[in-house]
């Protein structure tokens, strides 16, 4: 308004439902950061070469890096090697616009070395303009299920090849062969208590192509243990799994000779026909490993289910020389025995009855 007077012109705009927007945008972000840090699956978010930007608690947790540490890597940094080709198809088929979103199996490999399976889903999120943007992933645990599935293939791999084997000596090596590869083992040796049950020797032993072991494999049949010595002794005496996660601290020769080809990890466990231990299986790993609850459970049903086909087995041959025994007598006595059912018909007869009758 000027000094001679005059008029003001006001003009009002209704911003109510800007306000509002705006209120219940800030509203949504906050919902979505409650539920993002909140959320029991892991979940990341990443540039399109996979570069992570943001990251919530329970995804730092799953592969035990930081926030800060995981914005300097991208999801291919902490993908197990032998995944990282069906991760980077993946993100180049959304990229290419065939799919929209991806779900797969696949694992991480954490900042301490271990590796943690998770089911992935993976989506790329596009613009107005349609253009690419960002990845969003959600990775649930499933190292349950997937170590449920090891152990159950585990228990397979040995009864078929119990079943498939005429005897031990024949099933062993295929017993020792699958648990290695079901289990993730490199090197498997079964020992066997012998007949005196005073010492416990080398039987066989079963080991991945690859590294060389030898020298270490050429130790097992010039020792043999007594209760309480050595891994095998242990497990005698114990009748139960024994580990032993880091031979370092070991110094019997076996130990050193392990340690000399790069062999680390060592559990054994024991082969059972009802309570008596008859025998010992131990498996050998590159790096230091321990027991678990489910590795538990399955060596006590492998080791009884070995343990009573071994008894079985051996029950048939013993049968088997006995009845050779009596049929070898029949056959060189001079009197004449036969064997006659009810009705009076010779079921068996041994030579010299033969000779009396023609």
Partial sequence: MGASGGQLLTIVSDITERLRAEAGERESETRFKTLFDQAQAGMAFTSLDGRMTTVNPAFCQLVGYDEAELRKLSLLDITYADDVPALKEAMAAMLAGDEEGRRIEK?????????????????????????????????????????????????????????????????????????????????????????????????????????????????????????????????????????????????????????????????????????????????????????DDGLIAVMSDVGSQIGEFVERKRAEIALQESEKRIRSVLDNVSDGLATIDLTGVIESANPAVNKLFG
Wanted: hydrophobic share 45%; with cysteine.
């Fill in 107 to 291: 694992r991480y490999a954490r900042k301490d070395g271990d590796q943690v399976w998770v089911d992935l889903n993976m989506r790329l999120v596009r613009g107005a303009d349609d253009r690419p943007l960002y990845f969003q992933t959600v990775a649930v645990d499933i190292r349950d299920r997937k170590r449920a599935e090891v152990l159950q293939a585990a228990r397979f791999a040995v009864t078929q090849a119990l079943v498939t084997s005429p005897g031990w000596d024949k099933a062993a090596p295929g017993v020792l062969e699958g648990l290695c590869r079901t289990l993730d083992w490199e090197l498997a040796e079964y020992w066997e208590v012998d007949s005196n049950r005073e010492a416990m020797r080398f039987i066989t032993s079963w080991k991945r192509p690859g590294r060389d072991t030898s020298a270490f494999e050429a130790t097992a049949p010039q020792v043999t243990y007594r209760r309480g010595e050595g891994l095998a002794g242990r497990v005698w005496e114990m009748a139960a799994p024994v580990a032993m996660p880091d031979l370092a601290g070991d110094s019997s020769p076996r130990a050193a000779a392990a340690l000399a080809v790069g062999l680390h990890g060592i559990v054994g466990f024991p082969v059972r026909s009802g309570r008596p231990v008859v025998g010992m299986i131990s498996l050998h790993a590159w790096a230091a490993r321990d027991l």
